[in-house]
T-cell receptor, first 109, second 114 residues
Framework: GQNIDQPTEMTATEGAIVQINCTYQTSGFNGLFWYQQHAGEAPTFLSYNVLDGLEEKGRFSSFLSRSKGYSYLLLKELQMKDSASYLCAVMDSNYQLIWGAGTKLIIKP | DAGVTQSPTHLIKTRGQHVTLRCSPISGHKSVSWYQQVLGQGPQFIFQYYEKEERGRGNFPDRFSARQFPNYSSELNVNALLLGDSALYLC?????????????FGSGTQLSVL
């Protein structure tokens, strides 16, 4: 079966750095997406990786290792507004998105 | 430009009833996808439509159906509602021109089945 694993909840301090991991087992791979979802709101796109390596976009970076079935989202200089759920999603061989359950990130002052 | 719009925002139904949810994609987008998100879980894929044709279907019962109109808006219909259908229903649009496109989500319809 297809499976995406990410931690259920993480806590970090304002101004610090946090890394959210995602491991996946899917039928085929056509890219990995990270989305941010604030409570009661729609998911919003953060990043897309299809090749191995690190993609940096401002305070957010995303890393992919296809051989290990592993990705992480790195958030730097954490702000209170970064408190949200972070969803990892993999596009499988049928070009359908398979979603993880999300990681709830709690930022403390 | 308006983003993806969904209606209604909230809906309360009773078991056995039928519901229709509506979605208007971003102007110029030809692909619409529907997802079901239960609290505390990631979205589950229901349907994808492109140019009025079904492009993909998730593992949902036949009680779930959808269609896309010539203006690329879409409806999701659910018959014989069950308590377990209570969820946030998300619509996402994309241009539809490539396979690895990012999705733009609407704010969702929160469906409660009593």
């Amino acid at each position: 079966g297809q499976n995406i694993d990410q931690p259920t909840e993480m806590t970090a301090t304002e101004g610090a750095i946090v890394q959210i991991n995602c491991t996946y087992q899917t039928s085929g791979f056509n890219g990995l997406f990270w989305y941010q979802q604030h409570a009661g709101e729609a998911p919003t796109f953060l990043s897309y990786n299809v090749l191995d390596g690190l993609e940096e976009k401002g305070r957010f970076s995303s890393f992919l290792s296809r051989s290990k079935g592993y990705s992480y989202l790195l958030l730097k200089e954490l702000q209170m507004k970064d408190s949200a759920s972070y969803l990892c999603a993999v596009m499988d061989s049928n070009y359908q998105l398979i979603w993880g359950a999300g990681t709830k990130l709690i930022i403390k002052p | 430009d308006a983003g993806v719009t969904q209606s209604p925002t909230h809906l309360i139904k009773t078991r056995g009833q039928h519901v229709t949810l509506r979605c208007s994609p971003i102007s110029g987008h030809k692909s619409v996808s529907w997802y079901q998100q239960v609290l505390g879980q990631g979205p589950q894929f229901i349907f994808q439509y492109y140019e009025k044709e079904e492009r993909g279907r998730g593992n949902f019962p036949d009680r779930f159906s959808a269609r896309q109109f010539p203006n690329y808006s879409s409806e999701l219909n659910v018959n014989a509602l069950l308590l377990g259908d209570s969820a946030l229903y998300l619509c996402a649009s994309s241009p539809g021109t490539g396979d690895n496109e990012k999705l733009f989500f609407g704010s969702g319809t929160q469906l409660s089945v009593l």
